[in-house]
């Protein structure tokens, strides 16, 4: 399995980072995929990446939420990270309309940035969208024609916005979202209708604990160790074994991302 997105930097990973990493091979993990959410933990995953070449690569972006701090220094530092092995997209980048942490303004212009960039460089992007569709969907159909690859990460929106990511040729990220019983209901209906070879798993620890874990982690923290709950929820859905939906979300994630 190729853990799409997991933000490794995040201080809740600053003590046992080892552990975790042993945890996660031996959960059959072959790949992990360190999300750079702003210009200090874009620098930071590159970094840990650097340190285990044949198990992590990494994302170079700015998340929405830090778009008030974006600038040419950003820019700067997201294209020289992008040069770097370690570095297989840029973002995340996206707009997040639900919290707000930046003005829509600045997030816009951040995630413009991004994408513009992105084409010049010719790498996939990584990308969130959260209660920001029309938005969204405008902005990507501007640039889609430019870039290499689109993932949609921890996708759980509607079906029509599925729909409609699938018509402009983005892939699909999948998290333990869909593990929840409260809100995953209309996931884990329309999950059928992504294509296998568009469609990819994350467990965007530390966040987003699968519930289906039983019992819960002491502490609460997601790991990458635990991906195999969000697959074995998503083949249910899909009608489909464990086997093969591994085997297609990893082919698809190796040759998004271009892995080896
Ligand atoms: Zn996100």
């Given at each position: 399995?190729?853990?799409?997105?997991?933000?490794?930097?995040?201080?809740?990973?600053?003590?046992?980072?080892?552990?975790?990493?042993?945890?996660?091979?031996?959960?059959?993990?072959?790949?992990?995929?360190?999300?750079?959410?702003?210009?200090?933990?874009?620098?930071?995953?590159?970094?840990?990446?650097?340190?285990?070449?044949?198990?992590?690569?990494?994302?170079?972006?700015?998340?929405?939420?830090?778009?008030?701090?974006?600038?040419?220094?950003?820019?700067?530092?997201?294209?020289?990270?992008?040069?770097?092995?370690?570095?297989?997209?840029?973002?995340?980048?996206?707009?997040?309309?639900?919290?707000?942490?930046?003005?829509?303004?600045?997030?816009?212009?951040?995630?413009?940035?991004?994408?513009?960039?992105?084409?010049?460089?010719?790498?996939?992007?990584?990308?969130?969208?959260?209660?920001?569709?029309?938005?969204?969907?405008?902005?990507?159909?501007?640039?889609?024609?430019?870039?290499?690859?689109?993932?949609?990460?921890?996708?759980?929106?509607?079906?029509?916005?599925?729909?409609?990511?699938?018509?402009?040729?983005?892939?699909?990220?999948?998290?333990?979202?869909?593990?929840?019983?409260?809100?995953?209901?209309?996931?884990?209906?329309?999950?059928?209708?992504?294509?296998?070879?568009?469609?990819?798993?994350?467990?965007?620890?530390?966040?987003?604990?699968?519930?289906?874990?039983?019992?819960?982690?002491?502490?609460?923290?997601?790991?990458?160790?635990?991906?195999?709950?969000?697959?074995?929820?998503?083949?249910?859905?899909?009608n489909v074994t464990v086997d093969a939906l591994v085997a297609s979300t990893t082919a698809t994630a190796q040759a998004f991302f271009n892995l080896a």
């Amino acid at each position: 399995m190729i853990d799409i997105g997991a933000n490794l930097t995040n201080k809740r990973f600053h003590q046992d980072i080892d552990r975790v990493l042993a945890d996660a091979k031996a959960a059959q993990i072959k790949h992990i995929i360190v999300t750079g959410t702003s210009k200090t933990e874009s620098i930071a995953a590159q970094q840990l990446a650097a340190q285990y070449p044949d198990f992590l690569k990494s994302t170079a972006g700015v998340h929405p939420h830090d778009a008030k701090h974006w600038g040419l220094d950003s820019l700067n530092t997201l294209r020289q990270l992008a040069m770097t092995t370690e570095v297989v997209a840029l973002g995340e980048c996206g707009l997040d309309f639900n919290r707000n942490f930046s003005s829509h303004a600045e997030q816009e212009q951040c995630f413009s940035a991004q994408l513009t960039l992105a084409a010049e460089l010719n790498k996939p992007v990584f990308l969130h969208e959260r209660d920001a569709f029309p938005r969204f969907a405008a902005m990507l159909g501007e640039q889609i024609d430019h870039l290499s690859g689109a993932v949609v990460h921890c996708f759980t929106g509607t079906e029509q916005a599925l729909k409609s990511y699938l018509d402009m040729g983005c892939y699909i990220g999948i998290t333990g979202w869909i593990c929840d019983e409260r809100r995953g209901d209309d996931l884990r209906r329309i999950a059928r209708y992504i294509p296998a070879d568009r469609l990819m798993v994350e467990t965007d620890a530390p966040y987003l604990l699968p519930r289906t874990i039983k019992p819960k982690p002491r502490g609460g923290r997601n790991e990458p160790a635990f991906l195999g709950h969000v697959v074995a929820t998503l083949a249910q859905c899909r009608n489909v074994t464990v086997d093969a939906l591994v085997a297609s979300t990893t082919a698809t994630a190796q040759a998004f991302f271009n892995l080896a």
